[in-house]
């Protein structure tokens, strides 16, 4: 039968302290001015490259090595943690929701035939972020599953849609509403009442995570339930035209509007009777909303209206919550991950970091499963984000707080394994301020030297790592890797991830000598990581995950 126990490793030993480093947003790409990481003063980074190639590397961190469809996807913080903490590869959301609709399985699950009961009567929303970034959503789904409903008896149809600006450039927005604008237009030419009914920009409207801002998911529920904004359009290209005129306006952040008729009237706020899909494959930017959608008790603001609906997700949200209820693609199941084996094995865990990325070293690390394995085991500390700011004006985030919290638990010695993300390089990356983003990275650093002091003081091992790129390169570059140029001239700002590796390195007194990494695992990826821990906590991985990255020679 199944167990958890994990055999000896043959050479190295148990009881060493280590601490796993998640240095979020973090890739490595050539020096130039465009590379944050390298203009930032980052002397702990630095040190720890000097140890390549035994100490020191590459690994994917993007495409197929993280279960994404293709290698031309960028990696995200999800996949990216779910492969560090799970040592395998699993076909992700976006896999699963592209086989689903390709195969027209879709139509036929649990899921939609659960809403397809209110076509007859009711109105199809579908709510989501309208981009073809794929780490939440993409739009090539969003038009399938249109036509898919429309085929399938949706009679009525209103789209949510949320401007992007963050995994893809700032200002495509407009090319994607048009876009969806002119499949809809196809949709009503063939009977089909479809609309654009609302929407915003994805940091101001709905896409909060980790509960960090409830306000974010009230102001896009006023929008969508309630047909309630501060700005009212006849049209959602009008609407993002027209918002984009304010100064400093960005996708990202673009404030919520509704579509309103000849008689002011909104087009489409949510009613008993209609059918609701949220169609982000991406759990962590969708769990907020799920909840103000399906839970009857909920106080996290006044919903005024809780219209009786039919509600599915793209997939279930979260498992343990069982979260939503219905869903129209079953998630990947992620089981048996490292941080389950290695508490059943003794390991006593600590995992930190600040709200925005708490879930991140937590639930999408441990296989999408949220609260302890062995709550006598673990201890996890999340530190407040500041909200309602964007991180560019205070780039340092929580780096120190989270660094004091991981060097106390490592001096403490009451923990085995000390885990941290640290969010500065990827938050601040996103908002595309580069001067800020050098910032964050020193911030980064900073703590990474924290965390190794304090594991010099205890005589235990430390592992760095990234879970995808991102400060690494801030500019769209061209087939040829040159920076692309606007009309203006200016440099096209990326503040999206990127498609570059992230580095490992591993070190400390604690350090068997003679361990290394090996040379015949050059094309490993962010899932080999999961072995390498548990080797260095003294244990051989199970037979299934990814071969570890280390090997160990006599000397
Ligand atoms: C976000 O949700 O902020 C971005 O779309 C992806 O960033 P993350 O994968 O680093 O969380
Ligand atoms: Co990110």
Redesign the pocket.
Same mark, same amino acid.
Not at 75 to 80: F, H, K, L, M, P
């Given at each position: 039968g199944f167990s958890w126990k994990l055999n000896d490793h043959p050479k190295l030993p148990k009881g060493k302290i280590i601490a796993v480093v998640v240095l979020? =947003?973090w890739g490595e790409a050539n020096p130039n001015q465009y590379n944050c990481i390298h203009v930032a003063e980052t002397p702990a980074m630095d040190s720890l490259k000097k140890g390549a190639p035994e100490k020191w590397r590459l690994v994917k961190a993007h495409g197929k090595a993280v279960g994404l469809p293709t290698d031309d996807d960028m990696? &995200?913080?999800? %996949? =990216?943690h779910n492969a560090l903490g799970a040592g395998r590869i699993f076909a992700q959301g976006a896999k699963l929701v592209d086989l689903a609709l390709a195969s027209g399985k879709i139509y036929e699950g649990e899921g939609f035939k659960y809403i397809k009961e209110s076509f007859e009567t009711g109105t199809l929303h579908l709510i989501g972020?309208l981009s073809d970034?794929g %780490?939440?959503s993409r739009l090539d789904q969003l038009q399938l599953l249109l036509k898919g409903a429309s085929e399938h008896g949706a009679k009525r149809i209103r789209v949510h849609v949320l401007t *992007?600006g963050? *995994?893809v450039l700032d200002g495509t927005s407009i090319g994607f509403v048009e876009t969806l604008e002119n499949d809809l237009a196809k949709l009503r030419e063939k009977g089909v009442d479809a609309q654009i009914a609302s929407g915003g920009g @994805? !940091?101001q409207v709905t !896409?909060d @995570?980790y509960e960090n801002d409830w306000d974010v998911v009230k102001r896009g529920w006023d929008a969508q339930v309630l047909g309630e904004a501060p700005h009212k359009f006849r049209s959602a290209v009008e609407a993002v035209k027209k918002l984009r005129e304010a100064p400093n306006a960005n996708d990202q952040y673009l404030p919520p509007f509704v579509i309103v008729d000849d008689n002011g009237k909104p087009v489409g706020p949510i009613v008993d009777g209609d059918a609701v899909v949220t169609f982000n494959f @991406?759990a *962590?930017?969708m769990v907020m909303l799920a909840k103000a959608l399906e839970y009857e008790d909920f106080d996290k603001f006044d919903r005024v209206r809780f219209p009786k609906i039919r509600y599915s997700g793209m997939l279930q949200y979260d498992g343990e919550l069982k979260l939503p209820s219905h869903y129209l693609v079953s998630p990947p199941e992620i089981d048996r991950t490292s941080g389950e084996y290695l508490v059943h094995n003794g390991v006593r865990t600590f995992a930190c970091s600040e709200t925005?990325?708490f879930g991140?070293v937590t639930f999408f690390w441990n296989g999408n499963r949220s609260g302890y394995f062995k709550q006598e085991m673990e201890e996890y500390v999340e530190i407040p984000s500041d909200s309602g700011i964007t991180f560019n004006v205070q780039p340092k985030m929580k780096a120190l707080e989270i660094a004091e919290k991981a060097r106390d638990a490592i001096l403490s010695r009451k923990f085995d394994q000390v885990r941290v993300n640290l969010?500065n390089s990827? !938050?601040v990356g996103?908002t595309g301020d580069i001067e800020a983003t050098i910032v964050a990275c020193k911030a980064a650093d900073d703590a990474v030297k924290m965390i190794l002091d304090a594991i010099d003081q205890v005589g235990g091992i430390y592992v760095v790592t990234a *879970?995808?790129g &991102?400060a690494e390169d801030m500019v769209k570059r061209n087939k040829k890797g040159e920076p692309l140029l606007d009309k203006n001239g200016n440099i096209q700002i990326l503040t999206?991830?990127t498609l570059q590796p992230v580095p490992v390195a591993i070190g400390g007194p604690g350090l068997a000598p003679g361990v290394r990494f090996r040379k015949d695992v050059p094309d490993g990826g962010l899932a080999n990581v999961a072995a390498t821990v548990m080797n260095l906590h003294g244990f051989e991985a199970p037979a299934d995950y990814e071969p570890t990255l280390i090997d160990v020679v006599d000397n």
């Open positions: 979020d =947003g990696g &995200n913080s999800e %996949v =990216g972020l970034g %780490v939440h *992007d963050r *995994d @994805r !940091m !896409m @995570r @991406r *962590d930017r925005v990325k991140h969010p990827d !938050m996103h *879970d995808h &991102n999206s991830h």
